[in-house]
């Protein structure tokens, strides 16, 4: 057999695998192909999208903290922790929400809800 034959009759065999595993390219060794999907992750949320646009929307959609102060501390004999026990956050849209720190610092709690 000649290159040239061989050549052509491989081409025609990839050809033909592809045609069967419905693709239009197939792997010359004979395995499918990987397919790649592509995503599209919200910053915020993590959210996974299929459309660019989708996954814009939901980024802007969510409302940005804009100042954080901290309302409210436990002195030293009461707490060890030395981090707020409440925080208001400031939101860019001019809402404000306060927060409860649920936990000192490394220490989990069994119940947080």
Known sequence: MSGRFLIEHFTK???KIAKQAGSKRADLTGDQEMILKKVYVCEFCKTEYGAEQSAKSCEQNHVKPKSVKALRYNGINDDRCPAPIMVTVTMCNGESF???RCSEGNKKEE???
């Open 13 to 15: 065999y990839a050809a």
């Open 98 to 100: 306060v927060y409860r």
């Open 111 to 113: 119940h947080l809800f």
